[in-house]
């Protein structure tokens, strides 16, 4: 595909309808929630939301206010969790765009309480529990103490409560622990006659790897994007990458044995050599972890990255490609013919995750859909 850019992250939303499915059929009977805070993972969160709203999705996960601002200012109206709301200040623009809040504090619920009644309408919250991630949430041994007091505010009204797994990937005894603590709190509420309607825990990897009676909610992230929280779980839910990068080289040289390549002098070319230069950078998201590590595709060809990564551009070694040419075509991310180049093998080169990877790759990177 060519078209005016000389790097661009082509979306297929198409890819992204399949697995929203996917994740429809693994969730049952319970709603789902589908994640797309961070611009939808890098993947840009207008055109995923359409998506999902024209999937009939029912609810919509964001981080915090702004993001929630976003959406609603481009005509989203599927009800919207933010995850990150802990500001007191933050109450008004709650309330006025019509968001769900995550409550973990007795500040935010009585600035909420206060202004939801001087517009005279209710709020929906959902409290977020600390079952051992450490991060946001009310300590799940006092989480019913928190209730009680969220009782006597009567505009507020509690939607939902869930907790968010730590190590859902790395350890399933903790992880079971988390749910049985989780479990417990729930089951004392709905005795004390606290009946909340939705109660979720499942992120992508709950979702498939530890599947409970008491959850309602599924919440899905990662999964939506054709991205696995961990390698066995490609075994058993069949998904579509939905991102692909792609580049075109911009100059070529030959370099005689002895040059060096890039800042540094971290790479000595060990013969002669024919190096192609790519307009790609860490200000596009390309890591700096990636240099002299990772490679591109080139007419099927694995490339490898030479010397460090710069600002805008990458060097590549392409001696053994047939014929280079000036505007050529590089996969940077995804397949040429039988090679592939994914998320996970960037994050394998640069010591980190696929979702950094994807979310890495800003804003000055154009998205085509």
Same mark, same amino acid.
């Given at each position: 595909m060519m078209n005016k850019y000389l790097t661009w992250a082509q979306i297929d939303l198409?890819?992204?309808?399949?697995n929203f499915r996917v994740l429809r059929r693994l969730?049952?009977?319970?709603?789902?929630?589908t994640v797309i805070k961070a611009d939808a993972y890098g993947h840009g969160i207008i055109p995923v939301a359409r998506l999902l709203v024209d999937e009939k999705v029912d609810f919509i996960g964001l981080s915090n206010l702004s993001e929630g601002?976003?959406?609603?200012?481009?005509?989203?109206?599927?009800?919207?969790?933010l995850f990150e709301t802990t500001l007191a200040e933050?109450?008004?623009?709650?309330? $006025?765009? %019509?968001? @769900?809040? *995550?409550?973990c504090t007795l500040e935010l619920a009585r600035a909420l309480d206060n202004y939801a009644r001087q517009q005279r309408r209710p709020v929906d919250?959902?409290?977020?529990?600390?079952t051992g991630m450490g991060r946001f949430g009310v300590w799940h041994e006092?989480?019913?103490?928190?209730m009680d007091n969220i009782r006597r505010l009567s505009n507020l009204r509690v939607e939902g409560i869930y907790t968010h797994f730590s190590?859902? $990937?790395? %350890?399933? @005894?903790? *992880?079971?622990?988390?749910?049985q603590q989780f479990t417990r709190l729930v089951r004392q509420l709905r005795k004390e006659?606290?009946?909340i309607p939705c109660v979720h825990a499942a992120n992508s990897m709950g979702l498939v790897e530890y599947p409970d009676g008491i959850f309602n909610l599924a919440r899905s992230g990662l999964m939506l994007y054709g991205l696995y929280p961990h390698r066995q779980l490609k075994e058993k839910v069949k998904l579509r990458p939905v991102m692909s990068v792609h580049s075109r080289i911009i100059f070529l040289k030959c370099i005689e044995k002895g040059r060096s390549i890039s800042y540094g002098h971290m790479f000595i070319a060990p013969r002669r050599m024919i190096i192609a230069t790519l307009p790609i950078g860490y200000s596009d998201g390309y890591l700096r972890g990636l240099s002299a590590k990772a490679f591109v595709l080139i007419s099927g060809q694995r490339c490898p990255v030479l010397g460090r990564v710069t600002m805008d551009q990458i060097m590549v070694d392409v001696s053994k490609v047939k014929n280079p040419y000036l505007g050529m075509p590089v996969i940077i991310l995804g397949k040429d013919q039988k090679a592939q180049v994914s998320a996970d093998d960037l994050a394998h080169a640069a010591g980190t995750i696929n979702y950094e990877i994807v979310c890495s790759l800003g804003s000055r990177l154009p998205r085509v859909y």
């Open positions: 198409n890819a992204i309808r399949y969730a049952g009977r319970a709603k789902i929630l601002i976003t959406l609603r200012k481009a005509g989203i109206r599927t009800p919207v969790l933050q109450a008004k623009g709650i309330v $006025d765009y %019509d968001l @769900t809040p *995550t409550v919250i959902h409290v977020k529990v600390d006092v989480t019913a103490e928190f190590s859902a $990937d790395t %350890d399933r @005894t903790f *992880t079971q622990r988390q749910i006659g606290f009946i």
